[in-house]
């Protein structure tokens, strides 16, 4: 059987419902995310990841037992991310079924913790969250989602930074692009991938098949998308799917 790069959905959670988002705003209701779990078993995904957008945002406790039923449901492995802050909550998410957790907030104040993971769970179960914007005059920048500010940070600084201190695969998270079905930034994700020696994951954007193979193309490891895999036409109705394997092997 042919390989194929990933493919990942990458569902956002808030107080337990699935949403999408556009440019980390404006959520919308999609559905249950025990019910897209399901329907992404039936697609034969890879892979999930889920987030959960209010976790850090209101400083909530994580909900380990949405985690545990997502891992009750699930035929593949997925990550988690969302409220990480110290390493008892990734044993616990870890413990819970997540095969990864995804540290965003965490990883800008407290990038220690990047390391504790990897030391006691190994690098392959934890991933970065980079989340990028551009400033006013297109420049790139990371920017904070919880609270919601950019940084005086260099991307690939920190990218290098996030790989130093045991990160063992990035997802390069585009907000400008998130939800816009704008496809992704090829120049972002070559110039990130260029600097790394750690799978990329390409998110923010995707509109079709076809960006998902552009991103490939020029660096990413894997891509990810949300509005891809849960918003359908110009009126963006809630239909969750995924492409044929057929379609796949052809275009990879």
Known sequence: ???IPRIIPCLLIEHGRLVKTTKFTDPKYVGDPLNAVRIFNEKEVDELIFLDICASRER????????????????????????????????????????KVILSTAAL????????????????SVVVSVNIKRKLFGAYCVFDPRNKKNLSLDPLHFVKQCVEYGAGELFLNDVDRDGTRA??????????????????????????VED???????????VAAGSLFVLHGKHRAVLITYPEREKLERMF
Do not use: T, W
């Open 1 to 3: 059987m042919k390989e």
């Open 60 to 99: 909530s406790e994580i909900d380990y037992d949405l985690i545990s039923s997502i891992a009750s449901e699930c035929f593949m492995p997925f990550a988690y991310g969302g409220g990480l802050h110290n390493l008892d909550q990734v044993r616990r998410v870890l413990r819970n079924g997540a095969e």
């Open 109 to 124: 104040e407290n990038p220690g913790l990047i390391s504790s993971v990897a030391d006691e769970f190994g690098s392959q």
């Open 212 to 222: 998902l193979k552009r991103a490939i193309d020029v660096g990413a490891s894997a």
């Open 183 to 208: 496809g992704y930034d090829d120049a972002l994700i070559r110039s990130v991938s260029q600097h790394v020696d750690v799978p990329v994951v390409a998110c923010g954007g995707a509109s079709s």
